[in-house]
């Protein structure tokens, strides 16, 4: 089992910037890919950006949606159980609640990308984006 409580959400004028934070706590954290989605209101849940698990002390593979690369940055630290997300630029478009996620067992037959990848999600945290 893994529970995951997010962080850093808010209020933020278009141009600012967050970070969000994901906390993990149960089995071991470097072992499982995480990632970040969003669902804004009357829209379905939309992938933000993954990392995959890491063999190394930090790290893992990231992959992006196209409509953050360049403006997000996700990253890991195995040490402290946390996954953050950086978002800069942000645009009003950008407003919605961001949830991050953890890989589920035997799940790698999905894409990072894909909500079925992952069997453990957090609370969610909400970011609103003023124009």
């Known amino acids: 089992q893994v529970q995951l409580v997010e962080s850093g959400g808010g209020l933020v004028q278009a141009g600012g910037s967050l970070r969000l934070s994901c906390a993990a706590s149960g089995r071991t954290f470097s072992s499982y890919a995480m990632g970040w989605f969003r669902q804004a209101p009357g829209k379905g849940r939309e992938f933000v950006a993954a990392i995959r698990r890491s063999t190394n002390w930090s790290g893992g593979d990231p992959s992006y949606a196209d409509s953050v690369k360049g403006r997000f940055t996700i990253s890991r630290d195995n040490a402290k159980k946390t996954v953050y997300l950086q978002m800069n630029s942000l645009k009003p478009e950008d407003t919605a609640v961001y949830y991050c996620?953890?890989?589920?067992?035997?799940?790698?037959?999905?894409?990072?990308?894909?909500?079925?990848?992952?069997?453990?999600w957090g609370q969610g945290t909400q970011v609103t984006v003023s124009s």
């Open positions: 996620a953890a890989e589920g067992s035997g799940r790698t037959v999905f894409s990072l990308e894909s909500p079925g990848r992952y069997d453990y």
